[in-house]
Each structure stands twice: as structure tokens, then as C-alpha cells.
């Protein structure tokens, strides 16, 4: 048997040893602690720097909305301005003018300049209101079916043609597609320098690359039409600011309004003119240069 000392000496360092193992366990399971706490502190710090630069990016995009809102802003100012200004200088010459004529006896006259001015707007009136017509002629062809579009039509009716072999829907088409070229730079010349100059040219060119699209060359037309109609009726304004800043009375502009479509004339001629509207429009020209205003 074993005596008192050796089994002291047996189990007291036993003892130490599952002691030690216990201490041991419990330092693991402090360190997983402890890692886990740290693991936990640095997704909060990630999902805290996630939510800064979420925060960061709407305020940029806050402030370029801004910026462009505020551009915007100053661009339409500008051109509200630029629009205003022909006329509160036609309207300045306008006071003056009155002042001065009614200190004189004798009939108001147009300037030699002011007189070229006045043509060269009335030609460019008279322009417009042929545009109006011959865009509705097309438009009107293209509702009552004697013009027709699309991906197999187009090529159809240009085989007609270059065949001898066309009918009223093929020469339509042809008048069509020669006519659009000349009415583009018109209309485009029409608006240049005014509000409705980009719509124009965004119009025209949606026009030309869905010519095979009916619904989009009707919507199209329309729209230019209703663009080309600003542009008429700034033009026959115009017209009476000049004669109004020299006194002059308004001048009756029925007879370019009643000058027929170029679209379905007889003797077309070059640029788009016929007879009987080259000889009205000389008709108002001789009765402006007679004086008789």
C-alpha cells in the first residue's frame, strides 16, 4: 500500500495538472471572445464607412442636380433676354418715331434700309407660308393614302419610277423625297437664331431617319408645322414693328396668304416657286416701292 506522503504527492499533482487545463480552456475561450468582439467592432466600422460614402455620393448628386438646375436657369434667362431685345428696340424706335412724325406734316416714308429690311422679312414670310402649305399638302396626302411609306413601299414605288412604270402613289412619293431637302434648309433657315431653332433641327432629323415610319413623318410634319407657324407669325411681326418705327401703317399681307402650295403646281420652277407666286409676290413689291404703304 501506498503511505500518506505518496499519495499526496499522486493526487496533489493531478489536481494542478486539470487546474492548469482549466486555465488554459478559460484563456481560450477568451481569446475566441475577445475576437468575436473585435469582428463585431469592424463590420460596424465597415457599415459605418458604407453609410459616409452613400451619404457623400447623394450629397454629390444633390449638389451637380443643383449646378444643372442652376444652368438651366441662366440659359433660359439668356435667351428670354436675347428674344426681348429686337423688340424693346424696335419699340424704342417705335417711340421715337411717333414723337417725330407727329411733328411733321408730311406722310411717313420708309428708309432705304428699313425698306430692304421689310422685303427681305416679307420674302422670308412668304416662305413660311409656302412651307405651311406644302407640309400639309404632304400631310394630307399621307392621311387620305395617295402617299404611302414604309420599309417595302419605299423601294416599291422608286423601282416604279426608274422603271417608267409610275402611278399616282410613285410620283407622289418622288415629289415627296425631292421636296424634303429644300423644305429642311427653308425651315431651318426659318428659325435659325430664334427660340425654336433646336426643336426645328431635332424635328428634321427624327424626320429623315424614320422616313420609313408613316406615324413618325405625320407626327413629325405636325410638329414642324406648328414650329414653322411661330416662325410665321414672329415674322409677320416683324414686318409691322418696322413700319411701326417709322409710323408707317400696317401693310395688308393677304396676298401672300393667298398664294397656292408649290406641292401639285403645274410649272414648278427652280427653288421652289411658280409662276403665279413669283408674280403676286413682285405685285406686293412694286406697290412697296410706289409708296403705297
Do not use: C, H
Not at 423625297?177 to 426645328?200: I, P
Not at 414686318?239 to 417709322?246: A, G, M, P, T, W
Not at 413682285?282 to 403705297?292: H, P
Amino acid at each position: 500500500m501506498l503511505n500518506a506522503l505518496e499519495l499526496y504527492r499522486k493526487y496533489g499533482q493531478q489536481d494542478r495538472a486539470e487546474a492548469v487545463q482549466a486555465q488554459q480552456m478559460a484563456d481560450q475561450q477568451a481569446q475566441r471572445q475577445f475576437q468575436n468582439q473585435m469582428s463585431m467592432v469592424q463590420l460596424a466600422q465597415q457599415q459605418q464607412a458604407r453609410q459616409r460614402a452613400m451619404q457623400q455620393a447623394a450629397q454629390q448628386r444633390e449638389q451637380a442636380m443643383m449646378q444643372q438646375r442652376n444652368q438651366l436657369g441662366t440659359n433660359a434667362q439668356l435667351q428670354r433676354e436675347k428674344m426681348s431685345q429686337a423688340e424693346r428696340m424696335f419699340k424704342d424706335r417705335l417711340q421715337q418715331q411717333r414723337e417725330l412724325s407727329n411733328a411733321k406734316a408730311k406722310p411717313a416714308q420708309l428708309p432705304a434700309s428699313a425698306l430692304k429690311l421689310q422685303n427681305e422679312t416679307l420674302e422670308e414670310l412668304s416662305i413660311a407660308d409656302s412651307q405651311e402649305k406644302d407640309l400639309g399638302k404632304y400631310l394630307s396626302q399621307l392621311n387620305e393614302g395617295k402617299l404611302e411609306l414604309g420599309f417595302v413601299a419605299n423601294p416599291v414605288q422608286e423601282a416604279k419610277n426608274y422603271l417608267n412604270a409610275a402611278d399616282d402613289k410613285s410620283s407622289n412619293y418622288a415629289s415627296f423625297r425631292a421636296g424634303l431637302e429644300k423644305l429642311r434648309n427653308d425651315s431651318l433657315r426659318l428659325n435659325k437664331g430664334v427660340q425654336t431653332e433646336g426643336d426645328s433641327q431635332r424635328a428634321w432629323n427624327e424626320l429623315f431617319q424614320n422616313v420609313t415610319s408613316e406615324k413618325v413623318v405625320k407626327d413629325r410634319l405636325q410638329e414642324i408645322m406648328q414650329i414653322n407657324k411661330r416662325a410665321k407669325a414672329l415674322k409677320a411681326m416683324q414686318v409691322d414693328l418696322i413700319r411701326s418705327n417709322f409710323g408707317v401703317e400696317p401693310l395688308d399681307k393677304s396676298t401672300i396668304e393667298l398664294m397656292p402650295a408649290n406641292i401639285g403646281a403645274q410649272q414648278p420652277q427652280q427653288g421652289g416657286w411658280n409662276e403665279q407666286k413669283e408674280r403676286r409676290l413682285q405685285e406686293l413689291r412694286n406697290k412697296l416701292g410706289q409708296g403705297q404703304r
